[in-house]
């Protein structure tokens, strides 16, 4: 199956600072890329749909001022959790869309002090 | 609004024992239905994947099934070993042709203990 990495897969920060997620597919290209959310003991949740070229779709909820896309080329989509604080502690995934199946990748998680 | 429910939230079972995973959901206007394995820290792999004309699908030890209409899933693990120890989600998808919004469970935490 299709590879996806993250990057970094642990982050603590200074509430106030912001974070850069990566989200990279090493054997594909993808044209749509997802991010979702994880608190402790709930579902995943999807945050937004990232489209290569075009700006990001959020999910209700979700504020886009402050978790910034960027989907610049077909293998590489950023998430930015901007002036991050201690409620934004969770893990954050990505998938990518291949044919009928979403690749995910590792995962990355954030601790906000 | 799709909701996706599974039971149980944690089990644990003894090294060879079969097993059964349940996952409900609200709205049976799903696309398709997948179950994947989540290891600690760790991303999510995709294990088996239903489309809504299908009834079941299997993979190994592994067998899902779906009743669309009654808005129910199973997973099924035969002969189970420490090495299956994961949390289990389940996830519809309801755009059709497009895996676009997954909606899951909070998954089932699976201890297979040796």
């Known amino acids: 199956g299709a590879v996806v990495s993250q990057h970094p897969s642990w982050v603590i920060c200074k509430s106030g600072t912001s974070v850069k997620i990566e989200c990279r597919s090493l054997?594909?290209?993808?044209?749509?890329m997802f991010w979702y959310r994880q608190f402790p003991k709930q579902s995943l949740m999807l945050m937004a749909t990232s489209n290569e070229g075009s700006k990001a779709t959020y999910e209700q909820g979700v504020e886009k001022d402050k978790f910034l896309i960027n989907h610049a080329s077909l293998t590489l989509s950023t998430l930015t959790v901007t002036s991050a604080h201690p409620e934004d502690s969770s893990f954050y995934i990505c998938?990518?869309?291949?044919?009928?199946?979403?690749?995910f990748g590792p995962g990355t998680r954030l601790l906000v002090l | 609004k799709q909701e996706v429910t599974q039971i149980p939230a944690a089990l644990s079972v003894p090294e060879g024992e079969n097993l059964v995973l349940n996952c409900s959901f609200t709205d049976s206007a799903i696309y398709n239905l997948q179950w994947f394995r989540q290891d600690p820290g760790k991303g999510l792999t995709s294990l088996l994947l239903?489309?809504?004309?299908?009834r079941e699908q299997t993979s190994g030890r592994l067998n899902a099934s779906l009743d669309k209409s009654s808005g129910r899933s199973t997973l099924y693990i035969a002969a189970s070993q420490p090495g299956d120890s994961a949390t289990y989600l389940c996830a519809v998808s309801s755009y059709g042709g497009s895996q676009g919004n997954l909606i899951f469970g909070k998954g089932t935490k699976l201890s297979v203990k040796p």
């Open positions: 239903i489309q809504s004309s299908q």
């Open positions: 054997d594909f290209q993808a044209t749509t």
């Open positions: 998938s990518q869309q291949a044919l009928e199946t979403q690749y």
